[in-house]
């Protein structure tokens, strides 16, 4: 079963320190996500990609934060400026739009721990 | 906010069918329920959705009230490995891709 396949699993990085995850979408997928889950809490948006641009983003989805697919396979998330309220588990998703509806495949997720 | 409403948590004997209720008393005509799961901290999985019509797939059946306001994901013979938490999310028709988690309902199924 093709899956979403995300990088690293685990990074540990110094506040303040820049952090770029990678992801690879499932091959035939158009839309592309960036969700988070901090410890113990909800899964959260972070912002959808679609057609090489930004569909749609949430709140804290601020400038820290930037998007990029820069070929045709991979899907990076780049934080700026870590701060050690990023610690979270960051998770890559794709979709294919089928009738209307929107079915999200998630990576395993990257573990991201700003110290 | 989550449009909808579940149970903090439900226990399921092994074996035996699991039925897992969301309250979406305000849903709209052009929004969809979504089933997903999340297994310890693994990435969201995504097991069934429904516009009216009560669904079924390999993994799972979703009953949807005919006033849509409510519905139940039927898992018909609980493993072990479907302890999880099961997100009820109600999405409009064409939407972006934005899902709004709840908090969702802890299944535990016991041996």
């Known amino acids: 079963e093709p899956e979403v396949t995300q990088t690293p699993s685990h990074q540990v990085t110094q506040m303040g320190q820049e952090v770029i995850l990678r992801c690879v979408p499932i091959s035939n997928h158009l839309y592309f996500y960036w969700y988070r889950q901090i410890l113990g809490q909800k899964v959260e948006f972070l912002v959808s990609f679609y057609n090489n641009e930004i569909s749609e983003k949430s709140e804290i989805f601020d400038d820290q934060f930037s998007v990029e697919r820069p070929d045709g396979s991979n899907f990076t998330l780049k934080i700026r400026s870590t701060k050690l309220e990023d610690s979270a588990m960051y998770f890559c998703?794709?979709?294919?739009?089928?009738?209307?509806?929107?079915?999200?495949?998630f990576g395993a997720g990257s573990r991201l721990t700003v110290l | 906010d989550a449009k909808t409403t579940q149970p903090p948590s439900m226990d399921c004997a092994e074996g035996r069918a699991a039925n897992l209720p969301c309250n979406h008393s305000t849903i709209s005509g052009n929004e969809y329920v979504y089933w997903y799961r999340q297994i310890h901290s693994q990435g969201p999985q995504y097991i069934i959705h429904?516009?009216?019509n009560n669904e079924t797939n390999e993994m799972a059946s979703l009953i949807i009230t005919e006033d849509r306001k409510s519905s139940t994901l039927i898992l018909p013979h609980a493993t072990l490995r479907d302890t999880a938490v099961y997100y009820c999310?109600?999405?409009?028709?064409?939407?972006?891709?934005?899902?709004?988690f709840g908090q969702g309902t802890t299944l535990q199924v016991k041996p």
């Open positions: 999310i109600v999405t409009p028709l064409g939407n972006t891709g934005k899902l709004i």
């Open positions: 429904g516009l009216k």
């Open positions: 998703a794709s979709s294919v739009h089928v009738a209307g509806a929107n079915v999200l495949t």
